[in-house]
């Protein structure tokens, strides 16, 4: 089993930053690639970006490239993401996910943290 916790959520004003941390806990060495989705009020939940747990690889959906950086702590199993220039379109509940390696769904779960960005 791997456990995961978010923290820093929080609310801002549009073009503030927030840096949201996911620690990992557990089995972390099933961990194949590690991703943050976030799901807004009435809408799905949509992936935001990823990691591979060894952090040699990144994926960005195309609205927060260039805003948002994801990045990984070896040494603390964490992972971060980095929120510059929030829009309030970014308003959402942010999730970090565990995929496991060979493993094709997220299947570890956090609870998720809040953000919402004021206009």
């Known amino acids: 089993q791997v456990q995961l916790v978010e923290s820093g959520g929080g609310l801002v004003q549009a073009g503030d930053s927030l840096r949201l941390s996911c620690a990992a806990s557990?089995?972390?060495?099933?961990?194949?690639?590690v991703g943050w989705f976030r799901q807004a009020p009435g809408k799905e939940r949509n992936l935001v970006a990823t990691?591979?747990?060894?952090?040699?690889?990144?994926y960005y959906t195309d609205s927060v490239k260039g805003r948002f950086t994801i990045s990984r702590d070896n040494a603390k199993n964490t992972v971060a993401l980095q929120m510059n220039s929030l829009k309030p379109e970014d308003t959402a509940v942010y999730y970090c996910?565990?995929?496991?390696?060979?493993?094709?769904?997220?299947?570890?779960w956090g609870q998720g943290t809040q953000v919402t960005v004021s206009s």
């Open positions: 996910a565990a995929r496991r390696m060979q493993v094709a769904s997220y299947d570890y």
């Open positions: 557990g089995r972390t060495f099933s961990i194949g690639q």
């Open positions: 990691i591979t747990w060894s952090g040699s690889s990144t």
